[in-house]
């Protein structure tokens, strides 16, 4: 894929941000008033998130690509490890809130491969959120973290009794996004919900309370998973709800996934993909044809192509708008008001003051997630711009897949 | 009292939890000699919520290290007992 995918527009973070971020986290005595003097304000949000890989750095610390001509790529990393995160981005929402876009400097793998080093690591973001808020905030937990925190507890753990900081997992805005932009696709697309042929890759949280979202509203539901007995599980829990309709599980071996995965975007009107992997499940777009996919994967799983030649649309999966946020740094899809679920999740937290809207931990509750959409409906907060990486597909555009025979 | 016995019946639990499933549908999957991962689907990524959730059930802490260990229910078990030992509980 494209480096500059990643890296176009994206803000770069100098020395001094770099120094102001250290001494937050690394002169307690100051902390307080380090990051008040320091920092232009007290968040409402933050959106915590790490790099995709190590060109995310590089493209991100502008000084630290320097070091790497004199230096190996691990001493550079070792420089910003210094702090735990940073503030890579500031975001301005409706209604006065304002927040932080902070990074850890961990790539997914490390952050998978050691449960010590990722409950320390939780444990230091915690401390650095807590120097830099003087106020209640919500923390929205983004692209592996939710995964390596078991769903945002280890963080709830570090957190004291009234603590001003609020753990979100952003599971809850993230499934709204996703349900919200298959109703309206398939409006766009002239194809009614009830006829659609939906495949799920990957039967995870976000995969099975999407199959439970959809399993009374669709006429087929696909189910790919490399998880043979979560498969299984997910598919009799959902019959319970639906004993009418067909649900094809697909178990994914290591050897044949590729192919597996294209003979199957065939049968479908539309594929979720929400997996947690960290390459590519389809490496080349060129054999993507006839299928409409909405990738909701951090980071991405299916390189993006818009083709209507070729029947094929890779879109952004996961994208909320909420009118009036302003980001000051572009993550891959602009820096207007097309904002990750997660994301989304923090603001809509710091928005809804009367309190239905709850913060998510651990599983799912389908009950917050109805009080967020009714928040949604009500506050003009819908579904993300289709988006192929920086490109907004026209409706005309979309209408030309309408055609897909399945 | 924490006797194997019961370590795994509280390991259903958590599997069950885990699995979204009840514990008769786990009581089908699980015996002391199961594989955690090929029988009872708890891979890479369930794993960390597995360990989690034993270590919360147990208050015990276990490392990186003796987390690659675990293979079976059985070493599970084993590993918790040690811990609760160790622990003097």
């Given amino acids: ?406 | 009292m924490n006797t194997a016995d019961n370590i795994f019946l509280n390991l259903k639990l958590i599997m069950a939890n885990l699995l979204k499933t009840d514990l008769q549908e786990i009581n089908q999957l699980a015996t002391l000699n199961s594989k955690l991962r090929d029988d009872l689907g708890i891979d890479s990524v369930e794993s960390l919520d597995f360990l989690a959730s034993i270590e919360k059930t147990y208050s015990i802490q276990i490392s990186d290290k003796e987390a690659t260990k675990l293979e079976r229910v059985s070493d599970a078990i084993d590993l918790i007992l040690g811990k609760i030992k160790e622990c003097g509980q």
């Fill in chain 1, 1 to 406: 894929m494209d480096q500059s995918y990643y890296s176009h527009g994206r803000k770069q973070i100098g020395f001094f941000s770099f120094l102001r971020d250290v001494l937050i986290s690394k002169v307690p005595v100051f902390q307080k008033f380090t990051s008040r003097v320091l920092l232009p304000y007290s968040p409402d949000f933050i959106f915590l998130t790490h790099p995709r890989n190590s060109e995310d750095i590089f493209a991100t610390f502008p000084f630290i690509r320097l070091l790497r001509k004199f230096f190996p790529d691990n001493v550079a990393r070792k420089i910003l490890k210094l702090s735990p995160c940073y503030i890579v981005a500031q975001v301005k929402a409706p209604r006065g809130l304002r927040g932080y876009i902070v990074s850890a400097v961990e790539l997914p793998n490390d952050l998978f491969a050691s449960r010590e080093l990722t409950n320390k690591l939780i444990l230091s973001c915690v401390d650095f959120f807590r120097a830099i808020c003087n106020k209640k905030a919500y923390i929205g937990l983004a692209a592996w973290w939710p995964i390596v925190s078991n769903s945002g507890q280890a963080f709830k753990n570090c957190l004291q009794k009234e603590d001003v900081i609020k753990i979100t997992n952003g599971h809850t805005a993230t499934l709204a996004s996703i349900y919200l932009s298959i109703c309206e696709l398939t409006q766009k697309i002239n194809l009614p919900l009830s006829n659609a042929k939906i495949l799920i890759i990957g039967a995870g949280k976000v995969g099975g309370g999407l199959g439970a979202l959809l399993v009374n509203k669709v006429a087929v539901l696909g189910l790919i998973d490399k998880n043979k007995i979560r498969l299984k599980i997910l598919k009799k829990e959902l019959e319970i709800k639906n004993k009418e309709i067909a649900i094809d599980t697909i178990a994914l071996d290591e050897f044949t996934a590729e192919k597996t995965i294209l003979d199957k975007l065939q049968q479908y009107h539309l594929a979720v993909c929400t997996t947690s992997n960290t390459d590519l499940l389809i490496s080349d777009a060129s054999q993507l044809r006839n299928c409409i996919i909405i990738d909701d994967s951090r980071p991405e799983a299916f390189p993006r192509i818009f083709s209507p030649e070729f029947k094929v649309a890779v879109l952004e999966g996961g994208l909320m708008k909420i009118p009036g946020v302003v980001m000051d740094s572009d993550f891959g899809f602009g820096q207007n008001d097309n904002i990750f679920g997660c994301l989304s999740e923090a603001i809509i937290l710091a928005m809804a003051t009367e309190g239905k809207v709850k913060p998510n931990i651990g599983e799912l509750d389908v009950e917050n997630l109805m009080h967020l959409i009714d928040f949604c409906n009500q506050n003009k907060i819908q579904p993300g711009d289709f988006k192929c990486a920086q490109r907004t597909i026209k409706d005309s555009d979309l209408a030309s897949l309408s055609s897909l025979e399945k």
